[in-house]
């Protein structure tokens, strides 16, 4: 263990591969106590063979969310330090597409599992004295690209809910903050493809043409997009906001988070929406 790193415990979701796998070995190599999760049992295994204490947190089950948080307490005598909230995934498909139970899915992963599970911790974190929530939102939390509408909204609803939690627990320290990825090499194009291919009807829809080629990019062997880097580029932002005295708010990760939160700032919302039709 690092010198004059305090060791903490966190509890990360999303364990199973990509961004939550990379930060949970980081912060474990940095001797901090990493509790490990994912939804199904192969990749619980599969983690504790790597040394994590590993358990099953599926999102979308508030059982299982109970039930982890219950197992995950029982060892640590009550406290927790902090909690990444990682799990999530991509439903691609045009607005018009998306059914109501479509958009409801996402939506229960991406943020009201999330959202239960930190509400379950916050009195822990109160009781204690301190504590850090770490939520992997995205740059389709500052601006929406075209036929991203479920993924867009449900990370725009994770920022505002972070923006209002960190106002309600001013003065508690327990510290809220937002960690806004661009392209990050994962399994993230391949999940997004399988949804897309479970949920949009591409042959009866008038975007049939553009599906063809968001199709061609979610299948693309290597980086889909320029500026694409390793989840270790996340991993540096979480250590910030773990061990950070004064954790920062938000975190841009790669050249695209910078580049379009700060055109957001600058330019009118019609030349935006040209660069973003372009772009996406």
Known sequence: M???IKQKSILITGCASGIGLCVAHGLKKRGHRVF????????VHKLNEMGFESFILDLDESLSITNAVKNILALTGGTLDAVFNNGAYGQPGAVE????DVLRAQFETNLFGGLELTNMLIPVMRRQGHGRIIQNSSILGLVSFPYRGAYNASKYALEGLTDTLRLELAGTNI???LIEPGPIESQFRANAFKAYQHN????????R??????ENRLTKE???????????SVLKRVIHALESPRPKVHYYVTIPTYLFGTLKRLLSSRLLDWILLKAG
């Open 209 to 214: 043409d553009r599906y063809l080629i968001m």
């Open 175 to 177: 510290y809220a903050s």
């Open 2 to 4: 690092p010198k004059k």
């Open 200 to 207: 949009i009807d591409r042959d009866n829809s008038p975007h």
């Open 36 to 43: 490990a999760t994912a939804r199904k049992s192969i990749d």
């Open 97 to 100: 597409d998306l059914s109501r």
């Open 222 to 232: 290597g980086p889909a997009v320029p500026f694409t880097l390793p989840p270790e």
